[in-house]
């Protein structure tokens, strides 16, 4: 899955226009129980989820050459499990759309209003897609 993760954060870089810098993230794959805890800490939210991101940086417009500290993704390996059964596709398929979504959220993206989730929900169709190529 590295060398899956890693090519989805290229294109969407490339997607984004920001491949002339390099990105450094952590990422936690996780349970139900923990990604659950963090989300009530965090968003007051207790209930377990399937990804959550933690963004460091805001705007990403002023850097170019640089390698950028992100943030955070947690991923739910339980609920990622769940959500590809339901949908009916793999694991793999799961997970990387989970990383992905979380990826963009760490570079700026946000999906609060329908019109910004439209937009990301492109975004990652269209990075999903260039990623299978």
Not at 55 to 71: A, D, H, Q, S
Not at 83 to 97: C, I, M, N, P, V
Request: hydrophobic share 40%; no cysteine.
């Amino acid at each position: 899955m590295a060398g899956r993760w890693l090519r989805l954060s290229q294109i969407a870089l490339k997607e984004l226009n920001q491949n002339n810098n390099t990105l450094e993230l952590s990422l936690l794959l996780t349970d139900n129980q923990t990604i659950r805890r963090l989300n009530a800490n965090w968003r007051n939210k207790d209930r377990a989820t399937d990804v959550l991101s933690f963004p460091i940086l805001e705007n990403f417009t002023n850097y170019r050459n640089e390698t950028l500290l992100v943030g955070d993704i947690v991923i739910s390996g339980e609920k990622a499990k769940e959500q590809a059964t339901y949908h009916g596709h793999s694991l793999r398929r799961e997970l990387s759309f989970l990383f992905l979504h979380g990826l963009l959220h760490l570079l700026g993206h946000d999906h609060e209003t329908e019109a910004e989730e439209a937009v990301m929900r492109a975004k990652q169709r269209e990075i999903l897609k260039a990623s299978n190529k």
